[in-house]
Structures are given as structure tokens and as C-alpha cells.
């Protein structure tokens, strides 16, 4: 019944576009359109990953996943770098991470009830966003006395704390990226048979229309934001990120109310490290293309990233899950969302 709603909501990303380039409706309607449309692409990008993955071999297909399953939110974020919107590019970055750590989380703990996870791989995940995050505070603790905080030595330094981010990813996620693949396949045991060239094919197209849907959502956020009484950044940390992420977002809850705890945690937190270590520093090194990007973090952004990191090992450090526990992560959010309204613009 999901994937049928899907499917019929793909429609969205070719009215938006239409509407767009045709009609030119109000930016804030423009902005709702696309995010929504973005749903739906994701979750088709994702579907093609994993398809093309049955083909290339857990190796390969742990590179396409962790590349193009994260497409719409890489996407996002080097438009708003074309378009100068540096806050918004490192917002929608930290609101993606914590976004998975508490709400994500917290809601596939709520459904899916008590259960094991896997400690393991649990603090693995922690551990990364933990180094990330100590890596961060190098050029963003720079910038606190309110000094610029997109200088060139600020963005050159962003871009050598990149290489070693990247570095660390491919030493120490390997693994966990190929686990994770093939929990995710076997979760959704019901889609077979994409080809090679299907699968291919489909990811090629659904990531074009999502960069069309993604320059509107983003040429459109200034004028959403300002109508409707928000900072561009609480929009871009709360509202791009969970929309960009909504896919997968929506697989792990699901996948937790179907008995599955231990997978619906791995999709989370794998989610969550996978945008520290990798979506964060692939866009400031891919940012050096277009107009090179700061990695200088405020200090609202550095506490909330550390914050989850620490509470969510508090949260689960027994390694059992709990419907209390994921009530306790989703409050969590919703005071780190908070915190990220009432900060506002830098």
C-alpha cells in the first residue's frame, strides 16, 4: 500500500517542475510542492540503489548506496552553495544528522516497541558522529567571536578535515555500509528484478528531476521562510532535512513496527554517520567547483550535534529499545528544534 502511494506521488516532481517553469505560482506554494515531491524521489533513488546493487556486488553497491541514497540532500546543498546560502547548506547537514539520531530513532523505538539492537554497530555509528564532531569544532570555533565564518583559510581548512572525514569513512564504514545493505534488501522482500539497465536508468532520471525539484525547493526557501515567520536556518535544519531524509525516514519506522528493532536502529544510526562522514565532507570538497564552503559550525549546531551523540548513548547504552525510550529521544528533538528556532539567523 506504501510503495502504491509512492509510486502515484512521483507525479509531483513533473507538476512542480511544470508549474514552475509554466504558471510560476507563489514561491511559498513552489516551496511546499517541491519538498513534498522530494519525498517520493528519494524513496525511488533509493529503490534503484538497492536494485543496482543486486548486480554490482555488496562492494560497489555500498558505494552507489551511500552515494546516491544520499543524492537529495547533496543535491540540495550544492544549489544552495550556487546560490550563496552557505547557512543553509551547513543547516540542512546538521539538522540531517541529528534529525536521524533523535527522530528517526526515537520514532522507529516507538513503533516498533522493546527489543534488542546491536551495540556494536550502534557505537560504531556513535563513535563517527563523535570524531566528526570534534573535527568540526577546528574551523568553526574560529568564527564564534563573530568573525566571518566564510573565510578562505576557514574553507581550506573545511576542505583538509574533509580528506580525512572521507578517509576515516572508508576504513571504518565498509563494513557496516555492506550490513546495511543487506538488512535494508532484505526488509523490502517483496521488490525483485530491476536489470542492471533498469535499475540504472530509473536512478539517472529520478536524479535529474530531483535536481530540478531541489533548485525550486531552494530558489524558493528565502521567500518560504520569510512568509511564514521562520529563519532560514530553523527551515533548513528542521524542514529540508527531514524532507530530504523522509524516505528512509519512513523505512525504518516501518520496518520497526513490523517486529524488525535491530534493523530499524541500523537504518538510523548507519543514516546518521553516513551524512557526518560522508555528506558533509563530500559537499565542502564538491562545494570547491562551485564556490568553496566554510564547514564553521555555530555553536548551536556543535552542542546539538554533540548533545544527541551523548544522549542517545545514554538513552541506549543497555542496548535494549523501548517504546519510553523512543519518547525520550522524539523530546529530545523537539528541544534541539527549539533550540534551532530560537537561535534564528547567524
Do not use: C
Not at 555500509?177 to 526488509?187: F, G
Amino acid at each position: 500500500m506504501v510503495r502504491k502511494v509512492l509510486f502515484a506521488l512521483l507525479a509531483l516532481g513533473p507538476l512542480t517542475i511544470g508549474l514552475h517553469y509554466l504558471v510560476h505560482p507563489p514561491e511559498t506554494l513552489e516551496f511546499v510542492l517541491a519538498a513534498l515531491s522530494l519525498i517520493p524521489l528519494a524513496w525511488l533513488i533509493g529503490e534503484a540503489t538497492e536494485h543496482a546493487a543486486e548486480h554490482t556486488g555488496p562492494g560497489i553497491g555500498g558505494f552507489l548506496n551511500a552515494t546516491f541514497g544520499n543524492a537529495p540532500e547533496l543535491i540540495i546543498a550544492l544549489i544552495a552553495v550556487n546560490d550563496g546560502l552557505t547557512e543553509v547548506v551547513r543547516g540542512s547537514l546538521t539538522g540531517s544528522v541529528v534529525g536521524n539520531l533523535l527522530l528517526v530513532l526515537g520514532a522507529a523505538l516507538v513503533a516498533g516497541g522493546r527489543g534488542r539492537l546491536d551495540r556494536y554497530s550502534s557505537f560504531l555509528s556513535f563513535g563517527l558522529i563523535g570524531f566528526a564532531t570534534l573535527l568540526l569544532l577546528i574551523p568553526s570555533v574560529p568564527s564564534w567571536d563573530g568573525s566571518d565564518p566564510d573565510t578562505d583559510e576557514l574553507a581550506q581548512v573545511s576542505a583538509a578535515i574533509s580528506v580525512v572525514l572521507l578517509i576515516v569513512y572508508v576504513g571504518v564504514t565498509w563494513y557496516s555500509l555492506r550490513r546495511h545493505r543487506t538488512l535494508h534488501v532484505a526488509s523490502d522482500e517483496e521488490i525483485k528484478g530491476w536489470s542492471l539497465r533498469a535499475a540504472m536508468g530509473v536512478l539517472a532520471l529520478a536524479t535529474v528531476v530531483t535536481a530540478l525539484v531541489a533548485e525550486i525547493l531552494v530558489g524558493s526557501l528565502e521567500v518560504f521562510a520569510d512568509k511564514v515567520g521562520l529563519s532560514e536556518f530553523f527551515v533548513a535544519a528542521v524542514i529540508v532535512a527531514i524532507v530530504g531524509n523522509a524516505a528512509e525516514h519512513g523505512g525504518a519506522v516501518v520496518v520497526a513496527a513490523r517486529g524488525k528493532i535491530a534493523l530499524a536502529a541500523e537504518i538510523a544510526l548507519a543514516s546518521a554517520a553516513q551524512v557526518a562522514v560522508f555528506l558533509i565532507p563530500a559537499v565542502a570538497l564538491l562545494s570547491w567547483l562551485i564556490d568553496p564552503l566554510s564547514l564553521s559550525l555555530r555553536p548551536v549546531e556543535i552542542a546539538a550535534l554533540g548533545g544527541s551523540v551523548l544522549f542517545t548513548i545514554a538513552v541506549l547504552f543497555g542496548g535494549n529499545s523501548s517504546r519510553a525510550r523512543g519518547a525520550l529521544l522524539l523530546a529530545a528533538y523537539v528541544v534541539v528544534a527549539t533550540a534551532f528556532f530560537l537561535a534564528g539567523d547567524r
